[in-house]
């Protein structure tokens, strides 16, 4: 098989298995998501693909706290969109001084702080 072929190949068994993970991931039976990750660590690995299989190494490392964030229905996505803001607020200040002037930063920012000036006599 030609380069292109073999890439296209492994392109399309990713994008299955990527669907695959994500119908566990959304399928609703936590009793059986145990066994259906497992089987999918295992068509993973059948597969050779590198960067799949660096994947299924991790949740193969955190299959307990995967699967109790399926149970739980728990989600870090508000934390990963705050991160990505605090990143790009960094890139934008093009660095900090020293870490105090960095965190001070994110809570002027993002610390939902009324900044108004209140004089009272």
Do not use: C
């Not at 660590?41 to 949740?59: D, E, F, Q």
């Not at 706290?65 to 991160?83: D, H, Y």
């Not at 960095?102 to 009324?114: C, E, M, R, S």
């Amino acid at each position: 098989i030609n380069k292109l072929a073999k890439l296209m190949i492994d392109t399309s068994l990713s994008w299955l298995l990527k669907e695959q993970a994500r119908l566990i991931w959304y399928g609703g039976s936590i009793r059986s998501a145990r066994n259906q990750w497992l089987e999918w660590l295992a068509l993973v690995k059948a597969s050779g693909i590198k960067p799949l299989m660096t994947a299924a190494a991790t949740v193969k490392k955190h299959l307990p706290a995967i699967l109790n964030a399926m149970r739980l229905k728990a989600s870090n996505g508000l934390a990963e969109a705050i991160n990505a803001k605090i990143q790009y607020m960094k890139l934008r200040a093009k660095g900090f001084r020293n870490k105090q002037r960095f965190k001070t930063a994110i809570l002027f920012y993002f610390g939902g702080l009324d900044m108004t000036f209140h004089h009272e006599r």
